[in-house]
């Protein structure tokens, strides 16, 4: 077969067939061509450009290497429809971490079940949102995993971030 998704399937790991740019290698050139123009717009009326989307990402991606994540390691972001989103998950690919999503509705023992399953080291959440407490939900996720994990939690109101870090046993890969 000589399809482009079986010449994707088939490369060597950590090649990439002449031409395939990465989501991120796209956003570059985005950003390169014009860094002013609108990145992302929520339903609130908040909206960052390609420019802002990239430092703040930068800021997130230097919070995620002070917590100990790096190339390689597993975050999970669970988080709303906001502008806040798309930083943290630019960050965790910025700094070469596997991004892995959940929707923000998926409930802490099962945002653990999942981070346990594929070896998640932080998981992203909202501070609150629609009547939830993630600070509170995060004693809870913590709980079920019972090892090491940081969480990241985001304000929606103003995109301040709060850590929280619990100790254990470090995350396995399954």
Sequence with gaps: MNSPVSAVATADPGTRPAGIRTPLQLFLGHLEHDPHALAVCDDRGHSLTRAELWEQAGIVEQELAAHGLGEGDVVIVCMPNWIEWMP?????????????????TTDPRSIAYTADLVGAKAVVLPRAHRGRDFLAESEILAEELDREVHILLVDGEDGSRTWRSFDGPPAALP
């Design 88 to 104: 943290s998950y630019m960050g965790v690919v910025r700094g070469g971490m596997i991004g892995g999503t959940l929707p923000v």
